[in-house]
C-alpha cells in the first residue's frame, strides 16, 4: 500500500509559478511510476505529467508541455511539479497518483491540492 499526499497549492497570479509536491510512504519501493493529474469545476479529469520511479524521460500533457516540470527525489519519496507561466485555465485541483505496474490503473491517490491562478 502507498499514500500520497500533496502540497504546495495557492493562489497566484497569472505568469507566477507554483511547486507542487507529491509525499509517497509505505510500500514505495513498489511504485511503477508517478502521476500529476488535475480536474477543474465541470470539466475532465486532465493528465499532467508522468515520471517513472525508475528514471527515465518524463511524460506531459500538451496543454502544459514546456511549463511544467516534474521531477523526483527516491530517497524522498517525493515527487514535485513545478509550474511555471500559470494562467488561469491551469486553475484546478492537482492531484498525484501513483501505479505499481506499468500495464496497469493508478492505485493510489493523494486528497488534492487547489491551485488557483487569478488577478
Known amino acids: 500500500q502507498v499514500q500520497l499526499v500533496e502540497s504546495g497549492g495557492g493562489l497566484v497570479q497569472p505568469g507566477e509559478s507554483l511547486r507542487l509536491s507529491c509525499a509517497a510512504s509505505g510500500r514505495t519501493q513498489s511504485i511503477y511510476s508517478i502521476s500529476w493529474f488535475r480536474q477543474a469545476p465541470g470539466k475532465e479529469r486532465e493528465f499532467v505529467a508522468r515520471t517513472r520511479w525508475s528514471g527515465g524521460p518524463a511524460d506531459y500533457g500538451n496543454s502544459v508541455k514546456g511549463r511544467f516540470t516534474i521531477s523526483r527525489d527516491n530517497a524522498k519519496n517525493t515527487v514535485w511539479l513545478q509550474m511555471n507561466s500559470l494562467q488561469p485555465e491551469d486553475t484546478a485541483v492537482y492531484y498525484c497518483?501513483?501505479?505499481?505496474?506499468?500495464?496497469?490503473?493508478?492505485?493510489?491517490w493523494g486528497q488534492g491540492t487547489q491551485v488557483t491562478v487569478s488577478s
Open positions: 497518483a501513483a501505479k505499481m505496474d506499468w500495464a496497469g490503473q493508478y492505485d493510489y
